[in-house]
């Protein structure tokens, strides 16, 4: 198969960039390893989003004419996971996206006039690659001594429902938001610590993106005080034995469960025959349109870190655009 632009990754960039693809009849696929919205089935259900959307203040919308708020039912201002699920769905199948399902894109290598792709559904050749392939696939450990191997650690990623530690000691590790949501859900059923590494942010005392809580701020506050999640802020843990755990402070615990909340190292497949360099952060580097050290190949959505606000829909959705005009303009 020959595509002009081939995008790997069919969650929110990867679809928002094959809608403008598809709008200007510019010849496009995209592929995806699992289902559309890969990364948002394999987060909680019942997971509530960090991003409002209703009319005048929209975050989540992949397009502000196809706004999530329309769809009945969707939960405002805060949309749910389920919600956004169905609304990439809509939006994609409504806009006759070319998607393919099922097909990881596993290596490219640059050829004279674009590059070649393998896939798990045979090779693909194009002259622009873009990598839309997210940000929240590969979980990041912290580098704490007896953390690697330990049987009794687990990543936020991998957490499904409080049950499985009913009656548990639970040390949850970070001070994000997965990490508060998470200590707030457990609190109900388990013996829940909060460990950070520094002092506790909220939104609604910084205004700083990072510190949305969505949610939960005001809960997290309230469990804390009651002392029903027991905060240990900027103890964070220095060396783990099992299920033994030190802290900053001296303090040593023992927990059942160890879960890091640690957020994400980025990822994407290796494009032989260019060099695709990294900055400081682990994100590729990119010029203002988007493009890679590698001419031709882009680097789209949460994993193009024009700012710290293209973590979020909001703030990649303009970028996105930038990348379209680029490879429009150099077709
Ligand atoms: C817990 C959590 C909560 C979040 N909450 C919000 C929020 O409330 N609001 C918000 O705006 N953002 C939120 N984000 C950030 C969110 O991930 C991004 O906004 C958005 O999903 C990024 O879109 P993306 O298309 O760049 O990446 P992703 O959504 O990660 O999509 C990448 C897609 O690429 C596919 N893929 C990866 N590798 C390959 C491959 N080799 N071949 C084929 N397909 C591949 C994946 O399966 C996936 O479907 C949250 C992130 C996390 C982790």
Redesign the pocket.
């Given at each position: 198969m020959r595509k002009e632009v081939l995008i790997?990754?069919?969650?929110?960039?990867?679809?928002l960039l094959g809608y403008r693809l598809r709008e200007h009849g510019i010849d496009y696929r995209i592929?995806?390893?699992?289902?559309?919205?890969?990364?948002?089935r394999a987060?909680r259900t019942g997971?509530v989003?960090?991003?409002p959307a209703i009319p005048g203040t929209d975050?989540?919308s992949l397009t502000l004419r196809h706004p999530i708020w329309e769809l009945p039912g969707v939960r405002k201002p805060?949309p749910s996971r389920e919600d956004f699920l169905c609304y990439v769905e809509a939006f994609s199948r409504e806009q006759a996206l070319a998607v393919s399902e099922n097909?990881?894109?596993?290596r490219a290598s640059v050829v004279p006039g674009g590059f070649s792709v393998e896939?798990s559904g045979g090779e693909v050749s194009c002259r622009f690659l873009v990598l839309?392939?997210?940000?929240?696939?590969v979980p990041r450990f912290p580098e704490i001594p007896g953390i690697a191997t330990n049987p009794h650690v687990l990543h936020?990623h991998d957490f499904v429902h409080c049950m499985a530690y009913a009656g548990k000691r639970v040390l949850v590790i970070g001070g994000g938001?997965?990490a508060a949501e998470i200590a707030i859900e457990l609190s109900g059923a388990s013996r829940v610590t909060l460990s950070t590494r520094g002092p506790m942010r909220y939104f609604s005392e910084t205004g700083e993106l990072e510190d949305i809580r969505?949610a939960s701020e005001s809960l997290l506050k309230e469990l804390i005080r009651f002392g029903i999640v027991r905060l240990r802020e900027a103890d964070p843990a220095v060396a783990v034995a099992q299920r033994r755990v030190r802290f900053l402070s001296g303090d040593e615990r023992e927990y059942d469960w160890i879960l890091c909340a640690t957020?994400?190292v980025p990822?994407?497949?290796p494009v032989e025959g260019g060099e695709l360099r990294a900055g400081p952060n682990g994100y590729p580097l990119i010029s203002p349109a988007g493009e890679t050290t590698v001419p031709g190949v882009y680097a789209?959505?949460?994993?193009a870190r024009f700012n710290r606000r293209c973590?979020?829909?909001?703030?990649?959705r303009n970028y996105v655009e930038k990348i379209f005009w680029d490879i429009a303009d150099k077709r």
């Amino acid at each position: 198969m020959r595509k002009e632009v081939l995008i790997v990754g069919g969650g929110p960039a990867g679809l928002l960039l094959g809608y403008r693809l598809r709008e200007h009849g510019i010849d496009y696929r995209i592929l995806e390893r699992g289902k559309i919205g890969q990364s948002w089935r394999a987060m909680r259900t019942g997971m509530v989003l960090l991003s409002p959307a209703i009319p005048g203040t929209d975050w989540t919308s992949l397009t502000l004419r196809h706004p999530i708020w329309e769809l009945p039912g969707v939960r405002k201002p805060f949309p749910s996971r389920e919600d956004f699920l169905c609304y990439v769905e809509a939006f994609s199948r409504e806009q006759a996206l070319a998607v393919s399902e099922n097909v990881a894109a596993t290596r490219a290598s640059v050829v004279p006039g674009g590059f070649s792709v393998e896939t798990s559904g045979g090779e693909v050749s194009c002259r622009f690659l873009v990598l839309a392939s997210g940000a929240s696939s590969v979980p990041r450990f912290p580098e704490i001594p007896g953390i690697a191997t330990n049987p009794h650690v687990l990543h936020s990623h991998d957490f499904v429902h409080c049950m499985a530690y009913a009656g548990k000691r639970v040390l949850v590790i970070g001070g994000g938001n997965s990490a508060a949501e998470i200590a707030i859900e457990l609190s109900g059923a388990s013996r829940v610590t909060l460990s950070t590494r520094g002092p506790m942010r909220y939104f609604s005392e910084t205004g700083e993106l990072e510190d949305i809580r969505g949610a939960s701020e005001s809960l997290l506050k309230e469990l804390i005080r009651f002392g029903i999640v027991r905060l240990r802020e900027a103890d964070p843990a220095v060396a783990v034995a099992q299920r033994r755990v030190r802290f900053l402070s001296g303090d040593e615990r023992e927990y059942d469960w160890i879960l890091c909340a640690t957020g994400y190292v980025p990822s994407w497949i290796p494009v032989e025959g260019g060099e695709l360099r990294a900055g400081p952060n682990g994100y590729p580097l990119i010029s203002p349109a988007g493009e890679t050290t590698v001419p031709g190949v882009y680097a789209c959505g949460s994993l193009a870190r024009f700012n710290r606000r293209c973590a979020f829909i909001h703030g990649f959705r303009n970028y996105v655009e930038k990348i379209f005009w680029d490879i429009a303009d150099k077709r």
